[in-house]
């Protein structure tokens, strides 16, 4: 693995979304790049399940947002440090996506899709109406809750870093699964499940394991990017557009590969920032999001990579 030029590029992303940040000292810059990392990080998870078993799923950010809500309640109400609470979000999700898992993942196609999307809608509904996290109010992080880590200027850069480090950690999680016998397993259930079951490969355990594992680390990232917001409530935990936005990402770099999730989500959400500053088409990014998922579908399903790949048949050695 450390012999691969895709390691020592993820390395390298990594430091640089780390180290500019503090090195200029510059707020701007770190909220910019904390959006284009919480990007990287659901589309490189989306990306086990989308791009490697070829399911797609449109809860992802039931993860996000459970991990929000989990994280927020854990630091604010129990008194948890932040990176421990944000861990226990992460593995009390993983946990709720095993157990679903093992019922839905029973689906294909558009029956897996529209299922997920019910269980987002149905975890949006108790939010809203459970009243320890706040019912529809949701969750506000106290100016004690910050007091750990040194106040909250203090406490934004921590969380900041950390996030990045969660960025790094799914990249090289999509790397190390594709690399890996158990990806080669996802391959084969997505080119052909009945073919992979016939091979010998438990697909229901499979599915179910990389469906698990694909929602740790979104559920990080919502525990320490709503700690860092200050709120939370169930309308920007469980948003379906940003599971959309996500699913876009993906498609736009190149499913299937590590680098396409990085550079779909990098290119997509500096076109995002540009159409919300923009007077003329603020209103309208989800329709240009909509119109641009369209096309990628008719004329490049492959993405920018597999572009790339038709180009330069050696750029896989670099851009896996």
């Known amino acids: 693995m450390l012999a691969r030029p895709s390691f020592w590029m993820i390395v390298s992303v990594t430091l640089v979304f780390a180290v500019l940040p503090l090195a200029t000292g510059d707020a ?29 799923n449109f ?37 709720f996506t095993l157990v679903f898992g093992l019922a839905i ?21 108790f939010a809203s109406n459970f009243s320890p996290w706040g019912s529809a109010a949701g969750l506000y992080v106290s100016m004690s809750a910050y007091q750990p880590l ?24 999509s790397l190390f699964v594709k690399r890996s016998k158990f990806g080669l397993g996802l391959f084969a259930i997505r080119e052909d499940e009945d073919a992979a079951v016939v091979l010998g490969v438990n697909a229901t355990v499979y599915k179910s394991v990389v469906y698990s594992i694909s929602a ?61 500053t923009s007077p003329s088409f603020t209103n309208f990014h989800l329709v240009i999001t909509g119109g641009l998922l369209l096309i990628i579908i008719l004329f490049a399903p492959e993405g920018l990579i597999g572009g790339l790949y038709r180009l330069l048949p050696r750029a896989r050695r670099v851009f896996e």
């Open 28 to 56: 701007n810059l770190r909220e910019n790049l904390i959006i284009i990392a919480v990007a990287i990080a659901l589309a490189s998870n989306l990306n086990l399940m989308i791009g490697y078993t070829g399911y797609v």
């Open 59 to 95: 809860g992802n950010v039931v993860a996000y947002g459970l991990g929000g809500y989990i994280g927020l309640y854990l630091t604010t109400v129990t008194g948890w440090p932040l990176l421990a609470a944000a861990i226990g979000a992460g593995i009390a999700v993983s946990l």
């Open 105 to 125: 993942l029973r689906l294909r196609g558009a029956y897996f899709g529209l299922a997920t999307i019910g269980i987002l809608e149905a975890v949006r509904t």
């Open 150 to 173: 040194g106040g909250p200027m203090r406490a934004v850069w921590i969380a900041y870093l950390a996030v990045v480090a969660v960025m790094g950690i799914s990249m090289l999680l």
């Open 216 to 276: 740790f680390l979104p559920a990080v990232v919502g525990a320490l990017i709503f700690y860092k917001n200050g709120m939370i409530d169930p309308g920007g935990a469980f948003d379906l557009s940003l599971s959309i936005e996500a699913i876009v990402m993906l498609l736009l770099g190149g499913r299937g590969t590590v680098t396409g999730a990085v550079i779909g989500a990098a290119l997509y959400e500096q076109l995002r920032g540009y159409l919300l």
